[in-house]
């Protein structure tokens, strides 16, 4: 099968399409042909430096590294698989390293995936697994709920536009940070109030907070200590080494980083919420399997509204589910 892996020496790989072994199935998972995947954090800051250290001979031995989330079709059950059935049409994603999704087919266990929602295409399903799930997970491990003030930082990224409409279907009051260019884009998500930051400091003019969501990562509980109240909640999404530290020693109770788990009760109301109309993802821009280095460095710009698809098989065509 074909799949994206590194090529070239040295420490700046690029990414390039090989033949690979196709993936076996344990009693547990489902085979994916799949469809879709998109481009995470993750995929740039974890899963390309691991492979950084791989020389051209090292990827030959190696499973592939690249692509969290996915959306296809099931093609082979395991043995003890008992919900889905060769031609469902799924999506999810296994955070065990990676899914390596970024390839004509990925393995995956049937607890990690669940039906795509109906009224979506292949691409849109893609884009929702890691950042939706990581925005549903934060809202709740800060308990935002009817009438609580919600500051969401980095409002028009992948996890950002997810966490807006989550929010807002919460009944939250949302204050959403993000550059001016995308005010329009977060607005119309449903947030009640805006702050461009290339204008306004926003620790100094936000308020204060029920739940203060970092879903940049570069905040820590002592820089946003102003925009709680007395107990107000901090999470954030850990991607950035010096934060991640200062949070992790932290001994606030209510500054967490989240660790986002997939798991299919999760997807399902995703799914659900798409469906009623509560939720729709953001696609940035889409690319096909052979650009999947230019996929990257887009998502490496920070200048991504949304999410960044890439299409394996080129499908965008609304599921048969």
């Avoid at 119309?188 to 203060?212: H, N, P, W």
């Avoid at 109309?277 to 399997?289: A, K």
Wanted: net charge positive.
């Amino acid at each position: 099968m074909q799949a994206i892996t590194t090529c070239g020496w040295g420490f700046r790989p690029r990414l390039c399409v090989t033949e690979r072994p196709a993936p076996e199935p344990g009693p547990n998972d489902v085979l994916v042909q799949v469809h879709a995947s998109s481009v995470n954090p993750k995929d740039v800051k974890l899963n390309y430096q691991l492979a950084r250290v791989l020389t051209p001979v090292g990827v030959r031995y190696t499973p592939p590294l690249f692509g969290d989330d996915l959306s296809g079709t099931v093609v082979f059950c395991g043995e003890n698989v008992s919900d889905f059935v060769a031609g469902d049409a799924v999506y999810g994603m296994d955070m065990r390293l990676r899914t390596a999704a970024l390839a004509e087919q990925a393995v995956i266990d049937q607890r990690r995936v669940a039906k795509i929602p109906a009224s979506l295409d292949f691409a849109s399903a893609a884009s929702m697994p890691l950042a939706a799930l990581t925005a549903l997970q934060g809202l709740r491990r800060g308990q935002a709920g009817a009438g609580a003030e919600v500051l969401i930082i980095g409002a028009s990224g992948g996890v950002g536009t997810f966490a807006v409409q989550l929010a807002r279907h919460l009944a939250c009051r949302v204050t959403a940070v993000c550059s001016g260019r995308n005010t329009d884009l977060v607005r119309g998500l449903g947030a009640d109030r805006i702050i461009d930051y290339t204008k306004e400091d926003y620790r100094k003019q936000a308020g204060s907070f029920d739940l203060v969501f970092d879903v940049t990562s570069y905040e820590t509980p002592g820089s946003i200590a102003s925009l709680r109240k007395p107990k107000g909640w901090f999470i954030s999404t850990g991607g950035h080494g010096a934060a991640i530290l200062q949070t992790f020693l932290s001994r606030d109770k209510r500054a967490r980083l989240i660790k986002v788990e997939s798991w299919r009760e999760d997807l399902e109301e995703l799914a659900r919420l798409v469906d009623d109309g509560h939720l729709q993802p953001v696609i940035d821009s889409q690319f096909p399997l052979v650009e999947s280095e230019a996929a990257y460095q887009r998502s490496r710009s920070g200048r991504a509204r949304g999410k960044v698809v890439i299409n394996v098989r080129g499908s965008n065509g609304v599921a048969s589910v």
